[in-house]
């Protein structure tokens, strides 16, 4: 087996404050916004400071920290409204690109709004740009969208432990009670947004908390004997939800309390936009 080797310089969790479209109870006001930054460098970039023992030789990841926060501080003390969390990894994307320059390759951002859906644990999205794409960023605008470039990189989506009760199980006492379901769900956006105004909506801009409390009322309603029932119906109900920018889904889903020497059981899938006809 081949395995390239990488160079990556990153931060995981920077902790900011921003307006990012509407929070869990539907406000446009500021929230708790984690964001990691991954600068995917040059191959074999990072061996001059391996060697130097000095910091000068690579990308200072302190000034990457200080970068991001005084971005995103500046435009909260601006009274800046991102529409959307693409807007907002544009701006950080922008500004990883700057203090890095030719020395990376990608950047990788993905922020995290612990607060965005009330059933879940957390929600986030995942960009990856190329450095060919850093070079529209340079026509960015104030509000981190860009001007130039019309077609955004894909994004990953991800709900985290979003916990349901459902009526599951093949022994008796399991049809008599709702059980913790919890549920990972993975969005997998190919090129789903186009760039706009920052006072405009995006047209494939998707509710997915709205989309969390569609899910939790479909399955408050329902039984299944097995997990591979639910986790089906969920990829289904996900596909059918979304509009044809999410191209792939995969559904997690753990029960906690099945077996008693194990932490949890379950089962997890993924499903193509094309598969969901033949879904049975």
Not at 158 to 163: Q, S
Not at 212 to 238: D, F, M, P
Request: aromatic fraction near 4%.
């Amino acid at each position: 087996m081949t395995v390239n080797t990488t160079d990556i310089v990153f931060l995981d969790s920077i902790q900011l404050t921003a307006a990012v479209g509407t929070d869990c109870w539907g406000k446009s006001k500021p929230q708790l916004v984690l964001a990691s930054v991954y600068l995917h460098l040059k191959p074999s970039f990072l061996d001059a400071c391996g060697a130097s023992d000095d910091v000068t030789d690579s990308v200072h990841y302190g000034h990457l920290a200080k970068a991001v926060s005084a971005l995103v501080g500046e435009k909260a003390r601006s009274g800046v409204h991102y529409v959307s969390v693409h807007a907002l990894i544009e701006d950080v994307t922008r500004a990883a690109f700057e203090l890095a320059g030719e020395s990376a390759d990608a950047v990788r951002v993905v922020v995290d709004l612990p607060k965005q859906i009330l059933l879940a644990s957390g929600f986030s999205v995942e960009v990856t740009t190329p450095r060919l794409g850093a070079a529209d960023t340079s026509e960015m605008d104030g509000t981190g969208e860009t001007a130039r470039n019309p077609v955004a990189p894909p994004a990953i989506v991800r709900i985290k432990d979003l916990v349901l009760p459902v009526l599951i199980g093949v022994n008796p006492p399991e049809r008599l009670a709702r059980q913790r379901v919890i549920t990972n769900i993975t969005f997998f956006e190919r090129h789903p947004h186009t760039s706009f105004a920052s006072s405009e909506p995006r047209p494939s801009e998707i509710d997915y908390p709205a989309l969390a409390q569609r899910l939790y009322e479909l399955i408050n309603t329902s039984s299944h004997l097995t997990l591979e029932k639910l986790v089906l119906e969920l990829c289904r109900a996900c596909l059918q939800a979304t509009p044809p920018a999410v191209e792939m889904v995969t559904v997690r889903c753990e029960k906690p309390s099945a077996i008693s020497f194990a932490h949890v059981s379950g089962v997890e899938m993924t499903r193509r936009r094309e598969e969901i006809g033949t879904i049975g």
